[in-house]
């Protein structure tokens, strides 16, 4: 891995580590989403970086792609467990990363689940180890504090601009030969739920990511497009901050997202929930293997 890319990837993690320990302190029942998110992508910029993906705030049962929406008044609920996912990117280079807080102290197995597998599965990691065994000892681990884990949701290579890319580290054993390579970065991020371990798509959309740009009709469509090839190439963004940059009317901005999407140019991240009334914890944080050796980018 080349000096500049190796340093930028340990840059974003820095950053992840500080702005991830600050929202532990800083996250109160009372306090709205919205602020919530604004606080940390603030912070990701005054820091030096850049925001990666919008922040996800997913509670309870919502188990990703969740992010305040324009305006949004949503309250933090004093008995809520809430998924704090951040990412940070530097020269498009990404560190990834997601505690879980248990806002009422009710839940702390389910919360430590998810933690001590991401800490065993750490403990493992060396170039040449099958990826396959690390599912194997998250389900193992989590499945040991009586919960599962959730099956259809995977940690992911990280690449320049890309925040899914290979390897695939599965949360469950799926005997998949392929090994851990020199020279690459990804996330591990284990799921624990007392559900049944499946997340369905659900009917919110606040993130989007450019997948085919092409020229528009709709001139807003048209302005959005510009704009997300200049701030974020192909990493994801939030509707919020295409109000917040572009300041279209609710009814322009809608369209044009509508409009996006029938034509495939962008592509949409539906928020991911497990049964109502189940909890799912996540817990992550992002490896380099270079020359060798393991490197941990976010604390």
């Known amino acids: 891995m080349e000096k500049e890319v190796l340093d930028s990837y340990l840059k974003a993690g820095k950053i992840a580590s500080k ?8 996250i109160r029942p009372g306090q709205t989403l919205l602020g919530i998110a604004e606080k940390i992508e603030k912070e990701i910029l005054e820091e030096g970086g850049k925001p990666a993906f919008p922040v996800n705030l997913s509670a309870n049962e919502t188990a990703a792609h969740y992010t305040p929406k324009v305006n949004d008044e949503t ?11 951040i990412g940070v990117h530097v020269e498009g280079f990404i560190a990834d990363c997601a505690l879980t807080l248990d806002l009422s102290g009710e ?37 040991s504090y009586g919960f599962s884990p959730v099956y259809n949701l995977s940690g992911h290579g990280l690449q320049e601009y890309e925040t899914h890319a290979f390897p695939t580290i599965p949360n ?7 090994v851990l390579e020199d020279d690459i970065a990804f996330a591990i991020e284990p799921f624990a739920t007392d559900g049944e371990g499946h997340v369905s798509e659900g009917n919110e959309v606040e993130i989007f990511s450019l997948v085919n740009p092409q020229n528009c009709r709709n001139q807003t469509a048209r302005k959005i497009v510009e704009f997300a090839v ?13 109000q917040d940059a572009l300041k279209p009317s609710e009814f322009e901005r809608k369209f044009a997202l509508k409009e996006l999407m029938q034509k495939n140019i962008i592509h949409q991240y539906p928020v991911l929930r497990e049964q109502k009334g189940k909890l799912v914890s996540q817990t992550e944080t992002s490896i380099i293997i270079s020359n060798g050796e393991v490197k941990i980018l976010v604390e």
């Open 19 to 26: 702005v991830k320990a600050n929202a532990a302190k800083s």
């Open 75 to 85: 309250l933090l609920g004093e008995k809520d467990i809430l998924k704090v996912d």
């Open 107 to 143: 839940h702390s197995k389910l919360v430590e689940a998810s933690e001590k597998a991401l800490e065993n599965a750490l403990s493992m990691l060396k170039p040449g180890l099958e990826i396959g065994k690390i599912g194997a000892e998250i389900e193992r681990t989590i499945k």
């Open 172 to 178: 469950h054993a799926n005997k998949d030969s392929k």
């Open 230 to 242: 200049e701030e974020y190439k192909t990493l994801p963004f939030a509707e919020r901050w295409l």
